[in-house]
DNA sequence: TTGATATATGTCAGATATGACATATATTTA
DNA sequence: TAAATATATGTCATATCTGACATATATCAA
């Protein structure tokens, strides 16, 4: 895993203090973060074709624009319960998120 | 939709009272508890493959039998993360995650 | 039957996620 | 440039999820 991947998960509260523990980080973590990723990068990607804020995504979202952020930047205090009702809020459809997860 | 599904949604705590208030599960909502559905049908069938009691795949999960019960019962209090993480430590990988939800 | 094992259901205290807010920092526009 | 708009970051009260436990109900073997 390279070095800038570490910087990013920690940056987003991914608990990964040193090369040690990052290596514990379980396989099945590892992915469950990397799935997370992926579709908050699908979200960005959805929300900048519809042209809209992130302030107006929330609104549509009921939700608030530092959520939006947070979702879009892969913190770790989004789940993936969320991302996936904001991408359906969006237009995904199940099978598009399952394309995205194909990778 | 079926009656017979409404009947499972409602037992496993998906608030859907009545056939109207049932029509205003959104889209979107709707989308998700079946995709919820889908990983806990899929979450059972494994666990079988496996030939483990859900007090053996709790152990394996450092959870307990009661909420794997709930896992594959598709109870509403029960989220996609934890499904997830489930499935993929029962050695899911990402891509297989992704065919289940192609349906 | 009966006892043993597996699964289902209800509850709850503690853990985690949520929207909301304030505010910092970019980015765009005039 | 400066002002306006957009995005990022930190915090918090409330809501929701979690493992654990008790206990009910199946399922199966003797």
Redesign the interface.
Same mark, same amino acid.
């Given at each position: 895993m390279k070095k800038s991947k570490k910087n990013i998960l920690e940056k987003n509260g991914w608990k990964v203090s040193n090369a040690d523990e990052f290596l514990k980080l379980s *396989? +099945? +973590?590892s *992915?469950?973060i +990397?799935?997370k990723l992926t579709l908050s990068q699908n979200l960005r990607q959805l929300r900048l074709k519809r042209n809209l804020s992130q302030k107006e995504l929330a609104a549509l979202l009921e939700s608030s624009q530092s959520r939006v952020a947070k979702m879009e930047a892969g913190d770790s205090s989004v789940? #993936?319960?969320l991302l #996936?009702?904001s991408l #359906? !809020?969006l237009g995904s !459809?199940?099978?598009a998120? *399952?394309?995205m997860?194909?990778?």
């Amino acid at each position: 895993m390279k070095k800038s991947k570490k910087n990013i998960l920690e940056k987003n509260g991914w608990k990964v203090s040193n090369a040690d523990e990052f290596l514990k980080l379980s *396989a +099945e +973590e590892s *992915a469950l973060i +990397e799935m997370k990723l992926t579709l908050s990068q699908n979200l960005r990607q959805l929300r900048l074709k519809r042209n809209l804020s992130q302030k107006e995504l929330a609104a549509l979202l009921e939700s608030s624009q530092s959520r939006v952020a947070k979702m879009e930047a892969g913190d770790s205090s989004v789940t #993936l319960d969320l991302l #996936l009702r904001s991408l #359906l !809020s969006l237009g995904s !459809s199940r099978k598009a998120i *399952a394309k995205m997860l194909e990778q």
